[in-house]
């Protein structure tokens, strides 16, 4: 059983830094697609980073470029958002996802990604 375990959410004020991480387990992903996604209250879930089979292959979402950083340790199975200078406009419950096809390229639609975490709630205070 496919397994996604996000943690590192919380409390803090703008400007801040949090660490999100997602395990993965059931499987390896370690040549798979991975990324986060979040969902503020009221709207729609949206893109915020992926990761490609090759690490060094990432892509933002303009409203966090410059700010986050995704990354991987594939021998951990290990997924991991860094956000620094986090705004209010940030909050959001964090989703860590996987595509289940190998050496797939990068996608930014949430429907593309088969394997998704419970989401870990983040929340910027002004």
């Known amino acids: 059983q496919v397994q996604l375990v996000e943690s590192g959410g919380g409390l803090v004020q703008a400007g801040g830094s949090l660490r999100l991480s997602c395990a993965a387990s059931g499987r390896t992903f370690s040549r798979s697609v991975m990324g986060w996604f979040r969902q503020a209250p009221g709207k729609e879930r949206e893109f915020v980073a992926a990761i490609g089979w090759n690490p060094s292959n990432t892509y933002y979402a303009d409203s966090v470029k410059g700010r986050f950083t995704i990354s991987r340790d594939n021998a951990k199975n290990t997924l991991y958002l860094q956000m620094n200078s986090l705004k209010p406009e940030d909050t959001a419950v964090y989703y860590c996802?996987?595509?289940?096809?190998?050496?797939?390229?990068?996608?930014?639609?949430?429907?593309?990604?088969?394997?998704w975490g419970q989401g870990t709630q983040v929340t910027v205070s002004s």
């Open positions: 996802a996987a595509d289940q096809s190998v050496l797939g390229p990068i996608m930014t639609m949430s429907h593309a990604y088969d394997y």
